[in-house]
């Protein structure tokens, strides 16, 4: 059945430096799903890619699926502490399947 | 706009004691719904999904049950719990009508404490 791995698992950032976080599909996904969870929180949905080679940008927020629509990325610039918690990304061929997720910790 | 609603938000059960989680939808009709289990430090766990009312789609085999009594009621049960079902449970629900294409909207949780 369909896997969803994200590397890496834990990610230890100094505020304002970059990092990216990766995803990966055994089998073609139809799309991709990025979620971002805070400390004590409940997972809140922050964007969908359907096209093969497809970038999205929120503010400081990169997301990309790669062309054979296996693999997917967040990169995140100029790290802030508002960016602590574990992003999630969530494959679909039929249904969705959530990778372990990223957590992410910011040192000041 | 759709809430969706979790209770309680914490429980302390002891091992073979009955477990009720309710989720309810408001604003919306016919969403799909989701429970999922997070074990501390982990990822997300799909358990069941629902299209409709009565229709339960079970995806790991356990001790759990849920039930759809209502168009947007869901509910998560077990008749004995067991230590490993400690965990962080989450209701969620779709409105794309169809699982593989729709984003995904959280309840904030029930925390449960297996002793």
């Known amino acids: 059945g369909q896997q969803v791995m994200q590397i890496p698992q834990y990610q230890h950032v100094q505020e304002g430096e970059d990092f990216t976080t990766y995803c990966n599909s055994s089998?073609?996904?139809?799309?991709i799903q990025w979620y971002k969870q805070r400390p004590g929180g409940h997972p809140v949905f922050l964007i969908q890619l359907v096209k093969s080679g497809e970038v999205k940008k929120q503010k400081r927020l990169t997301f990309q699926f790669g062309e054979a629509k296996k693999n997917s990325s967040l990169h995140i610039t100029a790290t802030q502490t508002t960016d602590v918690g574990t992003y999630f990304c969530?494959?679909?061929?039929?249904?969705?399947?959530f990778g372990a997720g990223t957590t992410v910790t910011v040192r000041a | 706009s759709q809430t969706i609603h979790q209770w309680p938000a914490t429980l302390v059960q002891p091992v073979g004691s009955p477990l009720s989680l309710e989720c309810t939808v408001e604003g919306t009709s016919n969403p799909n719904l989701y429970w999922y289990r997070q074990a501390a430090g982990r990822g997300l766990q799909l358990l069941f999904y629902s299209v409709g009312i009565g229709q339960i789609s079970s995806e790991v085999p356990q001790n759990l049950s849920a039930s759809r009594p209502q168009d947007r009621q869901f509910i998560l049960s077990s008749k004995k719990l067991l230590l490993s079902d400690s965990g962080f449970y989450l209701c969620?629900?779709?409105?794309?009508?169809?699982?593989?294409?729709?984003?995904?909207?959280f309840g904030p949780g029930t925390r449960l404490l297996v002793l």
């Open positions: 969530a494959g679909i061929d039929y249904k969705l399947s």
């Open positions: 969620a629900f779709g409105l794309a009508g169809k699982i593989s294409q729709e984003t995904q909207y």
């Open positions: 089998t073609t996904l139809s799309n």
